[in-house]
């Protein structure tokens, strides 16, 4: 079991760029979530996964956000045309469902200059 | 709306001190409180608590739910250097199909030696 991963730890870009995250759950685990924490505030969700359906998106998530799960396994979350304000720490966390506890991977820090 | 407020936002106690973080929330539909340990990685969980009065203890960390009056305490006995980290308190709506985490603003506990 190696937990969840995200990848990059880090990523530093241009406004107006598009970034894309990605995230390995734990294996068996069929839930899977994006949160997104700012400085100083604790994580807001942004959306979920359930298998490879995604069943609810948060109003934080514009229409420059998008995420996937193909087949079921590992998610991406797109942003399109960067803004200030995105830059934050994304991350991601699985739970096996009906299980309450979410294991969270170590996020990825975006700034966007 | 579902809502998480965390006292203190900041602590800062000496090695060997005992301190109390305080989660108080206003959820439409209880199903669950979490506690989780961030540093600058990924949450890492601590405890769930879902009945009242019902004392969760690891080492030494212990936590107590008052459903009654709608919070939780999260006790540090003897502090150690490597306790300093920021302390999340989440609750899950039961009428939510995703489970998903609402989390409070954090409590920032710096340990000096």
């Known amino acids: 079991d190696t937990g969840v991963s995200q990848d990059p730890r880090h990523k530093i870009t241009k406004r107006g760029q598009n970034v894309t995250f990605r995230c390995d759950p734990i294996s068996e685990h069929n839930r899977l979530y994006w949160y997104r924490q700012t400085l100083g505030q604790g994580p807001e969700f942004l959306t979920y996964?359930?298998?490879?359906?995604?069943?609810?998106k948060s109003r934080l998530l514009s229409d420059r956000f998008s995420a996937e799960r193909p087949k079921g396994s590992f998610s991406t979350l797109e942003i399109q045309r960067t803004e200030q304000g995105d830059s934050a720490m994304y991350l991601c966390a699985s739970s096996l469902g009906g299980a309450d506890i979410q294991y969270f991977g170590a996020g990825t820090r975006l700034s966007v200059l | 709306e579902d809502k998480v407020v965390q006292s203190p936002l900041s602590l800062v106690v000496h090695e060997g001190d005992t301190v109390t973080l305080n989660c108080s929330y206003e959820v439409t539909n209880f199903r669950s409180l979490l506690w989780y340990k961030q540093e600058k990685k990924a949450p890492t969980f601590l405890f769930m608590l879902?009945?009242?009065?019902i004392e969760k203890k690891s080492g030494r960390l212990s936590s107590i739910l008052d459903k009654k009056e709608l919070f939780s305490i999260l006790n540090i006995t003897a502090t150690q250097t490597g306790d300093s980290a920021v302390y999340l308190c989440a609750v899950i709506n039961g009428s939510s199909n995703t489970g998903k985490l609402i989390f409070g603003q954090g409590t920032t506990l710096q340990v000096k030696p």
């Open positions: 879902t009945s009242s009065g």
């Open positions: 996964f359930q298998n490879e359906a995604q069943l609810e």
